[in-house]
């Protein structure tokens, strides 16, 4: 089992920026995958990034040239850099880590995040 904590988010004018973290309770060196979702009012968790333990990255076409993300296994983080917000950015964010594809994902509780004049 691992605990994760998302942090970082918040209220934010268009083209502004926030970073977000995820903690881990434990190394996340052992997990193959791990990304951020994120689900707006009325909507489907959607994919944003993910990122593999080779630092191989994958994103949504909707974020992609504005976001990045990265991991830290030395410190158990996995990030999420956002740029050039938009409205349609503003969502709760979820970090999530998965040993193997074939593993079901842990969660965290998620930070919200709000782009708006």
């Known amino acids: 089992q691992v605990q994760l904590v998302e942090s970082g988010g918040g209220l934010v004018q268009p083209g502004g920026s926030l970073r977000l973290s995820c903690a881990a309770s434990?190394?996340?060196?052992?997990?193959?995958?791990a990304g951020w979702h994120r689900q707006a009012p009325g909507n489907q968790r959607e994919l944003v990034a993910t990122i593999s333990s080779r630092d191989n990255a994958y994103y949504a076409d909707s974020v992609k040239g504005r976001f990045t993300i990265s991991r830290d296994n030395a410190k158990n983080t996995v990030y999420l850099e956002m740029n050039s917000l938009k409205p349609e950015d503003t969502a709760v964010y979820y970090c999530?880590?998965?040993?193997?594809?074939?593993?079901?994902?842990?969660w965290g509780q998620g930070t919200q995040v709000t782009v708006s004049s």
């Open positions: 999530n880590l998965r040993k193997t594809i074939n593993d079901a994902p842990f």
């Open positions: 434990g190394s996340i060196s052992y997990f193959q995958y």
